[in-house]
């Protein structure tokens, strides 16, 4: 697998763990803030599409002519990061399938050293090639992708990758809690602690008293 096949295989499979924090849960609770900036499960999507569109879109002179009205010089702003009763769970899922669409012909079409302009990076930066920006948005999904594992799990206590997710070690609701409370007893305990030694106010960037 070359380098281009390799980066695009990781952001299909981060794509895949952002949505799939969306099965099985109601309108309600896939829209519902979460933190109290406002972080939403079904806004997530909705950003991440957004952003990769214009990334694989306009930057490599390949314009999607798909309105986003949440990105307009006018919008309010993060009108991108959260989704109003007028706008559908099943539209913001069809973005993000168009916009991934679109994005892997962008991919498959141009070379890794393909120039491109992002027009709203400072004018230093925003000489690009289509290698730069793939590193670009594995990293913006993913990070995504682990805001949405947290939300999920604040939600129903849903975690992983996916149902049976190996990583997560398997314990009961019981055991789950006593493993928090050990990791909780510790905080404490080093919140309350002194360090066994100090060091000299001059190591600290204070002159000696």
């Not at 393909?114 to 913006?140: D, Y």
């Amino acid at each position: 697998m070359d380098d281009k096949a390799t980066l695009l295989t990781y952001l299909r499979l981060r794509r895949a763990d952002l949505l799939g924090k969306l099965d099985g849960l109601s309108e309600y609770d896939a829209r519902r803030p979460m933190t109290p900036t406002g972080t939403n499960l079904l806004g997530l999507v909705k950003h991440v599409a957004s952003v990769e569109l214009g990334y694989f879109g306009e930057v490599f002179g390949r314009p999607s002519g798909r309105d986003l009205p949440w990105l307009a010089e006018d919008a309010e702003p993060d009108s991108d990061m959260w989704v109003p009763v007028t706008e559908t769970r099943e539209q913001i899922l069809e973005l993000h399938h168009f916009s991934a669409k679109h994005s892997d012909e962008t991919i498959e079409s141009l070379p890794l050293d393909a120039p491109g302009a992002v027009p709203w990076w400072s004018e230093e930066k925003k000489n690009v090639t289509l290698h730069q920006i793939l590193v670009h948005m594995c990293v913006e999904t993913a990070r995504h992708a682990g805001h949405a594992d947290i939300i999920r799990e604040l939600i129903d206590g849903s975690m992983g990758q996916r149902p049976g997710d190996p990583n997560i070690p398997s314990r009961t609701t019981e055991e789950w809690a006593a493993h928090r409370a050990r990791i909780e007893q510790a905080a404490l305990e080093a919140g309350h602690s002194k360090p066994e030694t100090s060091q000299p106010p001059h190591i600290l960037g204070k002159p000696p008293a």
